[in-house]
């Protein structure tokens, strides 16, 4: 049986020019960066060479790049230490953001020494700006605004430039969760303007268990993790040096074949839309799925037209691999915040929801596989409703 894989906005197949680099470091350069002979040294060049080149990738300084486990790391140790150590006191989010945010802002909420204001979600799955610009306009908190750069489960784009610009003007500081957007876009981050963003590079095919948090030079935040001081005091605990290796090559690689692969993915992506639409009628897409400009071009949230809670078995019978929503939520009964936050419980009792995420890896064969298991499940939904 043949295996297609489209589920690439949970984890992607490491890159062999990845795997190459990492095995180098891992053959030859063994030392603790903390040592200060020789074979320290050497490892310790090797994660500053790589903070180096992930600052210039995204046009910032080497001194705002602190390594990470992953994301989930990065943006607990940044939601936390703006409330424990920056005194913020009001945090603005959404239902909408990758569990790593929710429960981090639910945890500082029930500790009670901060407030935190959901905005409200538009039909189509994007905020409500004018309701955070009006929140912005009272200064008499100190805020940090959160929220993620594109959704995880149904792909919108977040104007992050804008909100930037809107947390500046009001004295806000802003953080937004980047892991899908890092390595897809050719992101500026000093011309986006946020204060804080993080990145997973198990994402852009390289290690998991390796990641980093950004943090404006300002910033002043403090670390989660105490003890042999490393990542400039924010980070103990001796440095994942292939790791932070590898994360450095996937990232050259993903921004060095960036066009290519962007051209590749918007037209596989249309491909899928029309081959859903033709095979399946009733078929829709989730938020602004289906727009390849207004969400993540490497992610499609289909809305299949009937309810079918055991179709990610269906779908992993055939040899295809996807996700009925976050990877982290994957094998929960309920329903995702996500798709709660955009239906009713009757809409969402009429429907499936299905994400597929696309790489420079997947074809048009693959699309066709699914479509062909997807037409024939809804063919066996219609006969049943007869």
Do not use: W
């Not at 705002?64 to 607990?76: A, D």
């Not at 909420?109 to 309701?131: A, F, P, T, W």
């Not at 050719?186 to 011309?191: P, R, T, Y």
């Not at 994360?247 to 081959?275: F, M, N, P, R, W």
Request: glycine share 6%.
């Amino acid at each position: 049986m043949q295996r297609v894989y489209l589920d690439n906005a949970a984890t992607t197949a490491i890159r062999p020019e990845v795997v190459d680099e990492m095995a180098h470091v891992m053959k030859n350069v063994f030392g603790n960066p903390s040592s200060t002979h020789v074979f320290g040294r050497e490892a310790k060049a090797l994660i500053e060479m790589s903070r180096k080149n992930i600052a210039q990738r995204l046009n910032v300084s080497p001194a705002e790049i602190y390594f990470t486990s992953c994301g989930t790391e990065s943006n607990n140790t940044i939601i936390r230490s703006c409330v424990n150590d920056l005194a913020v006191t009001r945090i603005i989010t959404t239902d909408m953001e990758h569990k790593c945010v929710l429960e981090s802002v639910k945890d500082v909420e029930h500790k009670g020494n901060v407030e935190v204001i959901r905005l409200n979600i538009l039909k189509d799955g994007n905020i409500d700006y004018s309701q955070l610009e009006e929140l912005l306009k009272d200064q008499s908190k100190k805020t940090l605004v959160s929220l993620m750069h594109a959704n995880n489960e149904i792909g919108n784009l977040t104007d992050v430039k804008y909100i930037s610009q809107l947390c500046q003007d009001n004295s806000a500081l802003f953080h937004s969760d980047s892991v899908q957007t890092v390595g897809h876009y050719n992101l500026d981050f000093q011309e986006l303007g946020m204060d804080f963003a993080s990145c997973s590079a198990h994402k852009i095919h390289g290690p998991k268990g390796a990641g980093f948090l950004y943090a404006k030079k300002a910033s002043h935040i403090k670390p989660l993790i105490s003890g042999g001081g490393q990542e400039r005091g924010l980070r103990s605990g001796t440095e994942n040096v292939y790791g932070i290796v590898g994360l450095s090559k996937s990232l050259d690689l993903a921004l060095d074949e960036l066009d290519a692969h962007v051209k590749h993915i918007k037209e596989i992506k249309q491909y899928t839309i029309d081959q859903l639409k033709e095979a399946i009628p009733g078929v829709a897409f989730n938020g602004l799925s289906e727009d390849l400009d207004k969400s993540l071009y490497a992610l499609l949230s289909i809305k299949l037209p009937f309810h079918d809670t055991l179709i990610g078995f269906e779908l992993e019978l055939a040899g295809i691999a996807v996700s009925q929503g976050s990877a982290c939520s994957s094998g929960a009964a309920k329903v995702s915040l996500v798709m709660q936050t955009l239906y009713t419980e009757e809409e969402i009792n009429q429907m499936t929801p299905l994400r597929v995420s696309y790489s420079y890896e997947t074809t048009k064969e693959d699309i066709n596989i699914l479509v062909d298991t997807l037409k024939k499940i809804a063919e066996k939904h219609q006969l049943q409703n007869a």
